[in-house]
């Protein structure tokens, strides 16, 4: 990165932005490391004329390894303004690998009602407390967990592909395939534990796929707590949990 102005920078980086926020986080931390506010941070990403090639954000690692290189990258170039040099010359730069590189943890908990004749399953509660060492962007990280617990919600209890004896998948169109609405989905609570990452960049861990995680498990738990029954397979259907607690499946 490098000074373009009075208070003006600009950060080239290799990372993609596909959804997860990075774009924010990049400035933010970098404004920090100089000083200076996130709005004088100019972006150019996803651009290997500028810089060598990012090899993606793979396992959630766009704070955890992009973000990192870019605070790295930050400071360089505060260091090198500090001593002296001409900021119209003055080059930052920074580079992260990945390794080592701290594991997120999640744990969700839910409140489940179910009809014992039909197996209808309603969500009364859906909780669930993310370890993301420092928070950069709580609404962004925010935003994450709840997602991905939505996401979860989904695949746990609607969507299944389903394919026949000859490979062939039944399920081809969404007629046959839910993707359930915001209607058909709880609102989920997200808490922080308070927690600091000494790897990670200013002590942030990932929280992108981790939510993901225990929201099945945690379903499955639920449902077995309120009628006796514990499912091992996806989705908790109404018309599954109605034939398990027919036959008296465990």
Do not use: C
């Amino acid at each position: 990165m490098r000074a373009t102005g009075p208070d003006a920078y600009e950060l080239h980086v290799g990372t993609a932005e596909f959804g997860n926020g990075t774009s924010t986080v990049h400035r933010q931390v970098v404004a920090q490391a100089l000083g200076t506010s996130a709005d004088r941070v100019r972006l150019r990403q996803s651009d290997t004329d500028l810089l060598g090639h990012d090899t993606g954000a793979f396992a959630s690692t766009g704070i955890t390894v992009g973000v990192k290189a870019a605070h790295a990258a930050a400071l360089d170039l505060r260091a090198k303004l500090d001593s002296g040099e001409d900021p119209s010359s003055a080059v930052g730069t920074g580079s992260w690998d990945g390794t080592p590189r701290t594991a997120a943890f999640n744990v969700h908990g839910f409140r489940v009602a179910v009809d014992r004749r039909s197996g209808t399953l309603v969500i009364l509660q859906s909780v669930q407390a993310a370890d993301a060492g420092v928070v950069l962007n709580e609404a962004q990280a925010r935003g994450q967990v709840e997602g991905g617990a939505a996401q979860a919600i989904r695949a746990a209890l609607f969507e299944e592909v389903r394919v026949d004896s000859t490979g062939r998948i039944e399920t081809d169109i969404l007629r046959s395939y839910h993707v359930p609405q915001m209607a058909d989905l709880p609102a989920t609570e997200v808490h922080f534990a308070v927690s600091e990452d000494a790897v990670g960049p200013l002590g942030a861990k990932s929280m992108s796929e981790s939510p993901f995680n225990p929201v099945a498990p945690a379903l499955g738990n639920a449902i077995r707590d309120a009628v006796g029954i514990r499912l091992t397979e996806t989705p908790f259907s109404k018309d599954r949990i109605a034939l398990a607690l027919s036959d008296g499946t465990r």
